[in-house]
């Protein structure tokens, strides 16, 4: 170096030298050498476990120097590219860093595998930051890959995320399956809701919203899967057909699946306020279904 011999050789290489010897930034005769310079940040992240740590290191121990590098101090300034998201492009990078710069309150936005490594290295690693979805898609609506990730995270017994934090993933993702016509699938993910009244609240929701009174192939498969598959009671589906006939201002669909749905005094009432009048005129054979043993719960 003192004899200047580096500027006869390739930058290239020299970053090689460097890199070989531990050196992850070494000032040459004519520039300064970054052996991270044109690397992304997972190969950044190698190169520190590899080349700038003893081979007794941790896994932890680079992500921490790399933390250091991508981040700098007033002893080393940044050498090293942040673990952006992929769907941010380099051309984004600058002014992303700015953005964050002005604003400390806002968590700086890294991809969903460095969270997933910190996790690794520590177990009560924040949850919270790592299912955003911003970490791996720029729709901060789409859920898909965070619920998906979160039950994953449930069964190897990670379970430190806030109930709150569970609610808007459930929340969420159910509203977006809900969007793209799945509300049967909706169903599903809310099922997840640990908190049984809640849980029993969102599916309930959901069914007033979506049964249809018309008995179409599609709506009884609907119906038979949310019975038969997810052990949705019978009595939730015909309580929403009735909400949906009293809306509709259909007082004998009403009646008839107030009856289904195990509500007899209310059927009752519905019957004698608005349908007993037209009881004997003929071809009235819409509540003929009703079984003489239910007859004892039927009340003025």
């Not at 700086?108 to 595998?113: G, H, Q, R, T, V």
């Not at 619920?147 to 993933?169: D, E, K």
Request: charged content about 20%.
């Amino acid at each position: 170096h003192s004899m200047q011999t580096d500027s006869f050789i390739e930058e290239e290489r020299l970053r090689i030298f460097a890199l070989l010897a531990g050196k992850p930034v070494w000032q040459s005769s004519d520039s300064c050498i970054n052996v991270c310079s044109e690397l992304d940040w997972k190969r950044c992240v190698a190169v520190h476990l590899w080349y700038m740590l003893p081979p007794t290191a941790s896994v932890a121990d680079a992500l921490s120097k790399y933390e250091s590098a991508f981040q700098g101090s007033e002893e080393v300034k940044r050498y090293a590219c942040p673990p952006l998201p992929p769907y941010i492009d380099e051309v984004e990078l600058l002014g992303l860093d700015e953005e964050m710069n002005e604003t400390d309150s806002k968590k700086p936005l890294y991809d969903i595998c460095f969270h997933l490594l910190k996790l690794y290295s520590d177990r009560h690693y924040s949850l919270q930051q790592l299912l955003d979805p911003s970490t791996v898609t720029a729709n901060h609506l789409d859920y898909r890959l965070s619920w998906h990730l979160w039950n994953v995270f449930q069964a190897l017994n990670y379970n430190h995320l806030s109930t709150s934090c569970q609610g808007l993933l459930h929340a969420s993702y159910a509203a977006q399956l809900e969007s793209a016509g799945l509300w049967e699938m909706a169903i599903f993910v809310l099922l997840h809701i640990p908190d049984s009244g809640r849980r029993e609240s969102a599916v309930r929701e959901m069914l007033n919203l979506h049964c249809s009174l018309e008995e179409t192939e599609e709506s009884m498969e609907k119906e038979q899967s949310l019975t038969e598959k997810l052990l949705i009671p019978i009595q939730w589906i015909h309580q929403a057909k009735a909400i949906r006939a009293c809306r509709e201002g259909d007082k004998r669909s009403e009646a008839l699946h107030l009856y289904k749905a195990g509500h007899w005094n209310h059927c009752h009432r519905l019957v004698i306020q608005h349908l007993a009048s037209g009881l004997n005129k003929p071809k009235t054979t819409y509540l003929h279904c009703t079984h003489k043993q239910n007859c004892k719960w039927f009340q003025l």
